[in-house]
């Protein structure tokens, strides 16, 4: 009953959108998956719309050049296109435009504030731009919100999740990599790399990046050759650093775990009919089972005690990805895609911890986990405070207009001096 009410609510929780352009639309790589703001959707003939949960307009962009043609018989029609967006056009009263234009500004922009008769506190501004003739921006900003992804910004756990996404990812891989490739290096001149079911592996993490690219990328004619050399690129990327990973750790995790390997050793040798396999792939989908339903429950808990649900995506950093909602090709890709990234981050820390052991040796790594705990559980706590004060103050922002400067009163003129008395 609880989460019936983000089904009303503006802005809304979760869009909807659809993206045509004149020319082909190719993504960035490697994904090469199209969304709504990739590739840019600033290019004159490019269309650009918003939905929400119940079908209501939300955003319309459709930038034009200087060179297009005007169309004097046209116009736009503004009650229909409040009425597009579940908006009474009586309910709102014309304002000044902001002093900041909108993407893709033309030569005449509209800006109106009023409420939402579905939710009547929130003041909802409209801005509308067309140029000669022709619909080129309509934006909904509920209670004064950002605009053009400031909202992301603001957002301190977004920041957050995208802080670490940005630095900690790729610094993690570049140290295994180079570590890595400096033990594998070491194990290869010794004899004692595996390079065999290396080459397996690797091979199996190549093959998961094609399927990536084949099921959820936005495949056209003109960009096919340019997207086939990317995505062999990123292949060839993931089986070296899969290659080497695996030539690098095999061997330590051999000579002090050898019962762990067994039956990872008998999958790759094509013996899938074993017991032991059987065995070690069915403890693992138990205790894939349980961790789903550990964060099912961590996520149901709240309403369980009566109080307000958390977020849906409220399971630690992770990307808010809806991609069940756009077929059943694009969550396979979408599920081989977190199949590839799991492998080379399990590989990567893996492959730091066997360097720690060569290194520091299996008396000291007790005491350096120790230490980085302390550092981890104190940086959490530190970023735990600065999002509840960021938190707070966008709260205090958005819930008190800001007062306006007392005006400086005027300076008080001086006393005129009083004549003194004399006898004449």
């Known amino acids: 009953m609880r989460w019936r009410s983000l089904d009303e609510s503006r802005p809304p929780v979760v869009t909807f959108w659809y993206r045509e352009s004149p020319v082909d639309m190719v993504a960035s790589a490697p994904g090469y998956r199209v969304s709504s703001e990739d590739p840019p959707w600033r290019r004159p003939g490019a ?47 014309p304002i000044p435009p902001p002093t900041t234009a909108p993407a893709g500004a033309g030569d005449r922009r509209l800006a109106f504030r009023g409420l939402d008769r579905s939710a009547p506190p929130n003041p909802v501004d409209v801005e509308i731009v067309t140029f ?64 065999k079911r290396a080459s397996r592996v690797a091979s199996g993490a190549f093959v998961l990046r094609l399927l990536v690219w084949l099921l959820s990328g936005h495949h056209t004619l003109g960009s096919l050759t340019e997207q086939l050399t990317a995505v062999l690129a990123w292949g060839l990327y993931d089986f070296v650093f899969v290659w080497i990973s695996y030539v690098a750790i095999e061997p330590s995790v051999r000579r002090r775990w050898p019962r762990v390997l067994t039956s990872w050793m008998r999958l790759l040798d094509g013996r899938i009919d074993d017991a032991r396999v059987g065995r070690e792939l069915l403890i693992g989908c138990l205790v894939g089972t349980a961790i789903s339903l550990a964060v099912a429950g961590h996520q149901a808990a709240p309403a369980w005690l009566g109080a307000p649900p958390g977020r849906p995506d409220n399971v630690g950093f992770v990307e808010d990805e809806l991609m069940s909602l756009l077929g059943v090709r694009q969550e396979l890709g979408q599920l081989f895609l977190l199949f590839r990234s799991q492998l080379l981050v399990v590989m990567a820390f893996v492959v730091i911890l066997v360097v720690a052991l060569v290194v520091l ?7 350096l986990a120790r230490t980085l705990g302390k550092a981890m559980a104190e940086l959490r706590r530190q970023t735990n405070d600065v999002m509840e004060e960021f938190q707070l103050q966008a709260m205090l922002d958005d819930e008190q207009p800001r007062r306006p400067a007392k005006p400086t009163p005027p300076p008080v003129p001086p006393t005129p001096a009083k004549p003194e008395s004399g006898d004449a």
Do not use: K
């Open 47 to 93: 269309v650009r719309i918003e939905l929400d949960g119940r079908g209501r307009l939300v955003r319309v962009d459709a930038p034009v050049g200087r060179g297009t043609p005007a169309d004097t018989t046209a116009s736009v029609d503004v009650n229909a296109l409040f009425r597009a967006a579940g908006l009474a056009w009586t309910d709102f009263e």
């Open 361 to 367: 040796g299996p008396q000291r790594l007790p005491e």
């Open 132 to 195: 000669e003739g022709r619909l080129v921006s309509f934006v909904q900003d509920v209670g004064g919100g950002a605009r053009d992804g400031e909202a992301a910004t603001r957002d301190p756990s977004r920041r957050m999740t995208a802080s670490i996404q940005g630095a900690l990812r790729p610094t993690l891989y570049l140290a295994a990599l180079l570590l890595g490739a400096w033990l594998a290096r070491r194990n290869v001149r010794a004899g004692r790399g595996d390079t």
